[in-house]
């Protein structure tokens, strides 16, 4: 498998599992630094190298009313701040041609949203102009057909490609993770990373927003660490009922360190394990 450097950090290849974690979206500039810090800190504690993800503009919302963010300019320049004064990578997703000059610039690994994964002409676009892309696989996609994603990733010339498994739909407002999806993926020579968040979430399932089923991740998140896996995506917030996105599914940073404490034990046994095969 190839490994990806990302600042000081190593995916894949057998390296130790990378933590992507952060809030689903930048809701003030004050509250997004102290969750970073906060996540920066325990992290290196814990000694699990970290990403901090957080959207600056969620365009796909359940309803017109729901909270998008800053905006691209605003919100790049918090990220920009994270990244400079903690020294940590940053990650985001980006929704229009538009924003990919000047998201490239700021951000360490550029996010294709699931729902776009298919689009040809900007998943190249992406990739030409990235130093790292993250492939969030489609909800609606079998695993086998992430490698038509991967073969447009190549063929822009962009070899540092990281795919994040998020459930599959099933049935109304429900989604299922099929463990079968990361050695599948895994087998296509890329790291892969599972997002145990956004897999409990029940899409669309409140009217007017998404629901999700917060108390499952853990079980999910421990799953795909047994399973094998280069990175464990989670969305955090200081108060997941408060949340302005993704409350629902979103983990509470005061639970966060015994759940990664369980998962660094975990990764460790699988990884030394795979390393004898």
């Not at 509470?252 to 759940?259: A, I, M, R, V, W």
Request: aromatic residues 6%.
């Amino acid at each position: 498998m190839r490994q990806i450097r990302i600042k000081d950090i190593v995916i894949g290849g057998g390296a130790p599992f990378v933590l992507i974690a952060g809030p689903c979206v930048i809701e003030d500039e004050t509250k997004t630094r102290e969750t970073a810090l906060f996540l920066k800190e325990l992290t290196a504690r814990l000694r699990i190298p970290f990403i901090f993800k957080a959207s600056y503009d969620k365009a796909n919302r359940t309803s017109l009313k729901g909270f998008r963010g800053p905006g691209i300019e605003d919100g790049l320049a918090v990220l920009e701040s994270i990244r400079r004064d903690f020294d940590i990578a940053v990650l985001s997703d980006v929704h229009r041609f538009e924003e990919i000059e000047r998201a490239v610039e700021v951000l360490d690994v550029v996010q294709i949203p699931a729902f776009l994964c298919r689009q040809t002409d900007f998943v190249m676009e992406v990739a030409r102009a990235s130093r790292v892309v993250n492939v969030k696989k489609g909800q609606f996609l079998s695993p086998w057909e992430v490698a038509n994603i991967v073969e447009k990733v190549r063929a822009a010339g962009n070899e540092n490609l990281l795919i994040t498994e998020r459930g599959t739909t099933f049935g109304y407002n429900n989604l299922v993770a099929d463990f079968r999806s990361l050695p599948i993926l895994r087998r296509m020579g890329y790291p892969v990373v599972f997002d145990a968040t956004h897999s409990v979430q029940l899409p669309g399932a409140s009217g007017t927003a998404s629901g999700g089923q917060r108390s499952m991740v853990p079980y999910l998140a421990r799953a795909a660490a047994a399973v094998g896996v280069d990175g464990i995506f989670m969305e955090v917030h200081p108060c997941p009922d408060e949340a302005l996105c993704d409350g629902p599914n979103s983990v509470s940073l005061d639970s966060l360190e015994d759940l990664l404490l369980t998962l660094a034990e975990i990764d460790g046994l699988v990884k030394k394990k795979e390393s004898k095969e």
